[in-house]
């Protein structure tokens, strides 16, 4: 490893201003963003120099770091200092070091004269040259509300002084400025976008990554922010008020319990250690009830949609497995598993799919006997997701019963609520798939969730 | 609270679920951070658990893969700080303890900074491990314990929104042990380079930095290594370092205490020397292309 002299003794300056674009910089910062394809007055194409400024953009905060950046035939490593002015980011480079490159990874040739990949804070969206949204950053969707993934651009935002939509633009090919000004339909808020178009190696166009920018910094905070504490489905009678109002109680028993249960302030009498586990394993029952009902609230309403994601169901059978274990372990019950390579390559709500699978792998362990085996099968064909158990079974008179709101089949006692079959079924379909179930080879349940598969013709 | 999908982001090559105890600890170190973002808010709180806890994490706090890497690093930090005895002359001996009437200004600085960093994290309290959060984990922290109080709706809300913002601006992230550390490393002078090897000679927090600048991985990672249970991520390190076995064998004992006994230790010996310099460094560059890409220019 190579050391030079380090600090500078006048540090190389440069300005970011919000959109990422280099206002000024000293030549050192300037050789360094031309010979990686920047422009001259356009976004600054030092990948490391440009996550901090927008680090820095973000929180406001002035941050000292070090910046990697691979240059020609070593590597660099910079300290840099950067601070938010009025309108920019001043990046101060106080430490310059060359350093002997030790990986060059072999990244495929750039696909346009322009285009570069930063991992950057600011929200970003793809969409392909059909105008769908391929993908988009979580605080994207929290700031909109919106489940546009999958869906048309223009179904959901509008490109503010253009007749045309950015489809229109995109499959024409026209002249797109590199920062448009974009609507959103439904709440009709308005932001800036960088556009970088995506052009394949024969020059069609691909798609267009838009890189969101919000005058007002705390407007996208405030989306993220917001999300936190009001979930999607929120300011509905029972998720804003009487979820809020019985979690606050019933999450300070739950720490609280479990704080003594665990000692970790100190030991106690064993039965007393006792109790408190039993207070908490009681205060997660009744939250698991709160979650149920605020999902029952959310989904029977008219306006419910989920998200449409690819998802891939051996993943999640892996998921709630690994999730689920210890439970499993709990009751004497053995968990099989699929085989890795089983893929089942669906459309759904990752986060909705998972969370049926919890459901019914947490079913199946609940009411199946110690010392029985309870599998998660996979059918790439389907493509389904089944959890098989060893239980009782479910008489044929009763299998669609046991989907009905708070329907126990004459259970009490065993930490259900009668309503999760019910949400996962609600979510099956609302994601266009169905929850059924039958028998499985011993006589025990057999569910299984179906899904719509991935059009193989999509990317 | 740690998931199996959030415990293979943070613990990429583990085999077993992080322990109980693990969790408990991590809860603990996340209820003090809110507890000490809560006060620099000005809530009143008594209790043990903070105001907002119950709606964080219900919220997803506790799946924040960088706020758990945070506590678990705290939490390694912790313990190997409970094995390594630093006082007397160690404590003297060792480099900021040197550095710190350097000739050179900065270096001085840089080392005085250290040294008070370190003295504040020692504290363990709320308020202590707040200025230890790098500046965005922050930032990340405060706007999601004011959106908490913001939700309930009520006046005060505003004024939960101008306490954050006072409680960002007030936070200088050089003032964590990590950076200051960082930065003592970064402009180390050549002489002084060598003693980065020994942890005993630099202490932990200057040692782990070392090995974060020497193997661009970052600083709380390197602590967890150190800790990590069994022993192969830190052999792995003292190998691509290039150290002899009996300064590697020296400095795991130094660093990992009683958890190594006397019939282990041949055994890790032999698998020492049998690992090539090549081959941990290679390990190691794996490591790291899983935390951060390196990107080519032109």
Request: glycine share 8%; hydrophobic share 45%; with cysteine.
């Amino acid at each position: 490893m190579q050391h030079l002299p380090t600090r500078l003794a006048l540090p190389i300056k440069c300005v970011v201003a919000a959109d990422g674009s280099l206002l000024a910089a000293d030549s050192a910062v300037r050789r360094l963003h031309f010979g990686n394809n920047g422009v001259e007055g356009g976004v600054l194409a030092v990948p490391g120099l440009l996550e901090l400024a927008s680090l820095c953009w973000r929180i406001g905060l002035r941050l000292e770091r070090t910046v990697y950046i691979a240059d020609k035939d070593h590597d660099l490593e910079l300290w840099v200092e950067a601070e938010k002015q009025e309108k920019a980011v001043h990046l101060s480079v106080t430490g310059w070091q060359e350093r002997v490159a030790t990986y060059r990874p072999s990244l495929p040739p750039p696909q346009t004269t322009a285009h570069f990949e930063y991992r950057s804070a600011l929200p970003s969206m793809h969409v392909n040259r059909s105008g769908i949204i391929l993908q988009a950053s979580a605080s994207l969707v929290d700031t909109f509300c919106c489940s546009a993934i999958a869906e048309q651009f223009d179904d959901h935002f509008s490109v503010v002084g253009y007749g045309k939509g950015l489809i229109a633009l995109l499959q024409q090919q026209a002249e797109i400025p590199s920062r448009i000004k974009i609507k959103h339909l439904p709440s009709g808020r308005e932001c800036y976008a960088l556009v970088d178009i995506v052009r394949l190696e024969t020059g069609i166009v691909a798609g267009a990554r838009l890189v969101f920018l919000f005058d007002d910094p705390a407007q996208a905070q405030t989306g993220a922010a917001g999300a936190v504490a009001l979930p999607s489905h929120s300011g509905m009678g029972l998720g804003r008020h009487f979820a809020s109002a019985v979690r606050q109680p019933l999450g300070r028993i739950l720490a609280n319990a479990e704080t003594i249960g665990s000692e970790l302030n100190g030991s106690i009498l064993e039965q007393y250690s006792s109790y408190a586990k039993d207070i908490a394993s009681a205060a997660r029952h009744l939250s698991e009830l709160v979650g149920d009902l605020e999902d029952l609230d959310a989904i029977d309403k008219p306006d419910f949609k989920v998200a449409k994601e690819p998802v891939e169901l051996g993943d999640i059978a892996q998921r709630v497995a690994g999730l689920l274990a210890l439970k499993a372990a709990d009751h004497q019950i053995e968990l099989v598993v699929p085989d890795q390579e089983i893929k089942g390559h669906v459309v759904g709500e990752f986060r909705r799919v998972l969370q049926i699978a919890l459901n019914l792998l947490g079913n199946a362990i609940r009411y199946s006997p110690g010392g029985s085996k309870v599998k998660i099968e996979i059918d790439p064909a389907g493509p389904s997701l089944s959890v098989i158990d060893e239980g009782p079974g479910i008489p044929v008179e009763d299998r669609e019963r046991v989907f009905t709101k708070f329907e126990r089949l004459g259970r009490s006692g065993d930490g259900g609520s009668g309503l999760g079959l019910y949400i996962s079924r609600k979510l099956a379909r609302a994601m266009g798939g169905e929850l059924s179930i039958g028998a499985g080879e011993g006589g025990g349940a057999n569910f299984t969730l179906r899904l719509p598969p991935v059009d193989p013709k999509s990317n | 609270m740690l998931c199996e999908d959030l415990a293979q982001q943070l613990f990429p090559r583990a085999t077993r679920v992080p322990s109980e105890a693990m969790q408990a600890a991590v809860r603990l170190v996340l209820q003090k951070l809110v507890a000490g973002v809560e006060r620099g808010l000005g809530v009143d709180n008594d209790g043990f658990v903070p105001k907002s806890w119950d709606i964080l994490c219900r919220s997803g706090l506790l799946r924040e893969a960088t706020l758990l890497e945070f506590a678990l690093a705290r939490q390694a930090e912790e313990q190997i700080a409970e094995r390594v005895d630093v006082s007397g002359a160690a404590l003297f001996a060792q480099l900021p303890s040197r550095l710190v009437d350097s000739s050179d200004a900065a270096i001085a600085e840089c080392a005085r900074n250290l040294l008070i960093a370190e003295n504040a994290a020692q504290l363990r309290a709320p308020d202590a491990l707040v200025k230890q959060l790098p500046a965005d984990l922050l930032h990340l922290l405060v706007w999601r314990v004011v959106a908490v109080f913001q939700a309930g709706g009520d006046e005060t809300s505003l004024s939960f929104i101008s306490a954050g913002n006072q409680l960002l601006s007030a936070h200088d992230e050089a003032n964590a042990a990590s950076a200051a550390a960082a930065k003592l490393v970064y402009f180390l002078p050549e002489s002084e380079r060598d003693a980065l090897g020994d942890p005993r000679a630099v202490g932990l927090t200057l040692y782990a930095s070392g090995l974060a600048h020497e193997f661009r991985i970052p600083h709380d990672r390197i602590l967890r290594f150190i800790d990590e249970e069994p022993s192969a991520p830190l052999l792995l390190m003292l190998r691509a370092r290039g150290h002899d076995p009996k300064f590697a064998m020296s400095a795991l004992q130094y660093l990992r205490g009683q958890r190594i006994d006397d019939h282990r230790l041949p055994e890790m010996l032999l698998q020492f020397e049998q690992l090539s310099q090549e081959a941990a460094r290679t390990e190691i560059l794996r490591w790291r292309l899983g935390a951060a890409p390196v990107w080519k220019t032109g």
